[in-house]
């Protein structure tokens, strides 16, 4: 089993910043892929960004240039740093791992963008 946690979601204005970060219980060096979904209220949930351990990654059209993945291994940590947020952006934000052929979700955690 793999675990995963979200933190660093919030409210935020539109416009502004936020960095949400995932903790897996394992290396990531030992994760084939690492996701960010997310799901609004009656909505599906999408795909934001992915990353392979060899870095490569691949952004929604939605998000490009607005939000960065990143893999830290040495802390076993993804992170996905959003700027520019608009309102579209709230949902709840979801880390996602594949190993050994297996997706592994995390809880989730809420963003609300708002003023």
């Known amino acids: 089993q793999v675990q995963l946690v979200e933190s660093g979601g919030g409210l935020v204005q539109p416009g502004g910043s936020l960095r949400l970060s995932c903790a897996a219980s394992?290396?990531?060096?030992?994760?084939?892929?690492m996701y960010w979904y997310r799901q609004a209220p009656g909505k599906q949930r999408d795909l934001v960004v992915s990353?392979?351990?060899?870095?490569?990654?691949n952004y929604a059209d939605s998000v490009k240039g607005r939000f960065t993945i990143a893999r830290d291994n040495a802390k076993n940590t993804v992170a996905l740093q959003m700027n520019s947020l608009k309102p579209d952006d709230t949902a709840v934000y979801y880390c996602a791992a594949d190993l050994s052929g297996r997706r592994y979700w995390g809880q989730g955690t809420q963003v609300t963008v708002s003023s």
């Open positions: 990353i392979t351990t060899d870095m490569s990654t």
């Open positions: 394992v290396s990531i060096r030992s994760i084939y892929a």
